[in-house]
């Protein structure tokens, strides 16, 4: 399975902000209030492409926006990290990609299933299916790695808080949103990596992801050539004065922002 050819990965950071966004509502915070474009953040997705097929992480509730934005023409399917709304909130708005390809091969923890079954229930039910909804096609994802396309994928399960949800390892390159912990078992998936993109929300510690030392402290346990950090609030401060702090292979990611590997 492992021996699945060495892909050129192209990485397009769709949004990189947390659950909220920045600018965030009915906030007169300094970053919130920033010139900078890179201080104004979607929420966190990527769109990463090989060959000539393209598969988003997550599918946010900026979703429509950023297919918008980064001018998507196709869409070969969605992996989802696990059931809050900045990572779901825009599963309709596969309708367009639907028109074109039919069902959207999805891949999720069975949680994550079960939880976008309840709340689009008028996409899932046999009985009560809308006409005019999309066409999923689910895959469940344990932590064994699996083919898509040619490309070797490996689902990690971390800790978002109390709750296991699902991290990606692509070829060399890996994705982790809303983590706060991961078991040195499945730390084991991370090793020899090119690229980490992992969370860090801000400076103070918060009970569920990573603040920014935390993170650092994950990428020198990992020790990837490069990192990458997303899904960041407000509270971690303006990005470029917070890049300045950080180690050479360590970058703030920014909307918009892409990376071959």
């Known amino acids: 399975l492992m021996e699945s050819i060495k892909k050129q990965l192209s990485i397009t950071f769709l949004g990189t902000g947390t659950s909220q966004g920045i600018p965030m509502i009915a906030s007169n ?36 926006q950023q297919m918008l934005r980064e001018n998507i023409q196709s869409l070969d399917g969605v992996f989802f990290t696990h059931e809050h ?11 367009p ?3 074109k390809i039919g069902e959207m091969p ?11 079954e309840k709340r689009f229930e008028y996409i899932f039910s046999p009985e009560n299916k809308y006409p005019g909804a999309p066409s999923v096609l689910p895959n469940v994802v344990h ?7 040619g490309l070797a994928v490996t689902p990690i399960e971390v800790f978002h808080g109390n709750l296991p949800i699902t991290a990606y390892r692509f070829g060399d390159v890996a994705y982790l949103t809303d983590v706060k912990s991961v078991s040195e078992e499945e ?29 650092l402290e994950f990428v020198a346990d990992v020790r990837p050539k490069k990192a990458f950090f997303t899904h960041i609030s407000h509270r971690l401060g303006f990005h470029d004065e917070v890049s300045k702090s950080l180690p050479d292979n360590v970058s703030i990611a920014y909307d918009g922002l892409k990376i071959t590997v």
């Open 29 to 64: 915070h300094p970053v919130c209030l920033s010139k900078n474009l890179k201080d104004k953040r979607l929420r966190s997705s990527i769109m990463i492409s090989w060959d000539d097929v393209s598969y988003t992480v997550d599918c946010g509730l900026d979703f429509r």
């Open 187 to 215: 730390k084991q998936k991370l090793q020899n990596l090119d690229v980490l993109i992992v969370n860090a929300l801000r400076i103070e510690k918060h009970p569920t992801h990573f603040n920014l030392e935390e993170a």
């Open 85 to 95: 709304a900045d990572h779901i909130g825009g599963l309709d708005d596969l309708r």
């Open 143 to 149: 932590k064994n790695s699996f083919v898509v396309n």
């Open 106 to 116: 999805i891949y999720l923890n069975q949680r994550t299933l079960e939880s976008l």
């Open 97 to 99: 990609f639907c028109y």
